[in-house]
């Protein structure tokens, strides 16, 4: 098992920047990739941002350019964070931390439990 902690949201107005963070514990040592995701109200959670162990990143094209994926571990934990810039009104939504492990041919997702940021002035 794998426990995902998030922090970092907030309000922020457009422009304006934000940085999520998520501490990964607990079995994290087959961990393939981390990343983030959002779901904005009335709309299917989306893909932003995914960094594999290997640190190959990929992004939406929405925050291309805005938004930076990072990772870092320490001791037992393994962290990812999302350096948010530039922030736009449709940039609100709830943010989920993800970590996908592969184990020969199982794969596996964990999820947060949900940061809101919300964008507005």
């Known amino acids: 098992q794998v426990q995902l902690v998030e922090s970092g949201g907030g309000l922020v107005q457009p422009g304006g920047s934000l940085r999520l963070s998520c501490a990964a514990s607990g079995s994290i040592f087959s961990i393939y990739a981390m990343g983030w995701y959002r779901q904005a109200p009335g709309k299917q959670r989306e893909l932003v941002a995914t960094?594999?162990?290997?640190?190959?990143?990929?992004?939406a094209d929405s925050v291309k350019g805005r938004f930076t994926i990072s990772r870092n571990y320490a001791g037992h934990t393994v962290s990812v964070y999302l350096q948010m810039n530039s922030l736009k009104p449709e940039d609100t939504a709830v943010y989920y931390c993800?970590?996908?492990?592969?184990?020969?041919?199982?794969?596996?997702?964990?999820w947060g439990q949900g940061t809101q940021v919300t964008v507005s002035s």
């Open positions: 993800n970590a996908e492990k592969v184990a020969g041919t199982a794969r596996s997702d964990y």
């Open positions: 960094i594999t162990s290997g640190a190959s990143t990929n992004y």
